[in-house]
């Protein structure tokens, strides 16, 4: 008797933050930032107690992955290559050669199946309390033509279409405050044609394919859900895996705080945050999985990489689960 076929295997990993020596070599980067006393020491203790007390001590979790991993039929980088220190993406040139050495690693251990997407960190994202950098159009073209990343993929496991989608274009009437006045509407162009490109590729779909989302921010995904040609798919969606939250402990949080008011008075992040709280029970029909940072967070070290088994007839259920790299 013959074995049955073997189900597709699909790992993920994200919010990698790998640091070259010259983003090392900054030091307390985020800190320099903040002018006002109380929001600096607020920030000191974020991040001593809460989130990386060392933003720059992930990196050998990349070798770690590439030893744990395994056969794998394809390997998606869901964004976040570099620890973004300027604050305006890989148009820093430290921050570029993060990336570079970050991807390099991988794309040497698994060649052409790693797929990696375009995400806030890589395009850039302004400082927490500070204020300070932003999205930057020259880092969107280097991750395109330097990088080689992403914001849009298609590949195909029996049934199974998975798709990678770019948060930050998606989300853009939330990240508006993170790009200069004069961007805007070259991202807001970018933003009409990735959704274009989202809508006809969903509509090109056959009646028996099933669906896997990839996409950084789950902040994004209700306002992918505000469009009709997006709701008419959610049947045929088996689940879009997130990174961007770090740990399981952050997503529980989240759907604590679901429909929290905004915060104001505590910076940009602050309320960026708080809006994204507000719209969290429309993440459900999405079937969101977190994808955790390699090492977690401060508070909760239960980080890994994701290892999602597609059945190879697309009838039976999609498995999911997190391996560690500790």
Known sequence: MSGSPKQFRILVITDIHFACDLERAR?????????????????????YFLWRRD??????????????????????GNGDYCCDSAFIGVADDPSLQSSKECLGKIRNAFGEKFIGIIEDHDIGKKSMFGGFGGMHLDSWDRCLEELDLK???QVEFGRHVLMGLNSTLIGLPSNLAD????????????????????????????KDQRLLFFIHD??????????????????????????????????????MLAGMPRIHGL???ALKMSTALQKAREWRPFKVHLVPAPGGIQICRRGGFGEILIPPDGTGRVGFKVHSLD
Not at 182 to 200: F, G, V
Not at 226 to 236: L, Q, S, V
Not at 241 to 247: C, D
């Open 27 to 47: 030091g307390d980067y985020e800190s320099r930032t903040v002018s006002h006393p109380l929001l600096r020491f607020l920030l000191r203790q974020y991040r």
């Open 55 to 76: 933003p720059f001590g992930w990196n050998h979790y990349v070798q770690r992955f590439i030893e744990r991993a395994g056969e794998a039929d394809c390997i998606i």
């Open 151 to 153: 914001p849009f993929f």
């Open 179 to 206: 790009c200069a006045a004069a961007d805007a509407s070259a991202w807001e162009k970018q933003r009409n044609a990735h959704l274009e490109t989202i809508r006809a590729a969903l509509g090109k779909l056959s």
């Open 218 to 255: 789950p902040s994004a995904l209700p306002h992918l859900a505000k469009f009709g040609w997006m709701r008419e798919h959610f049947h045929r969606l088996d689940g879009t895996f997130v990174g961007h939250l770090h740990s399981e402990i952050i997503i529980k949080m989240s759907r």
């Open 267 to 269: 910076g940009h992040t």
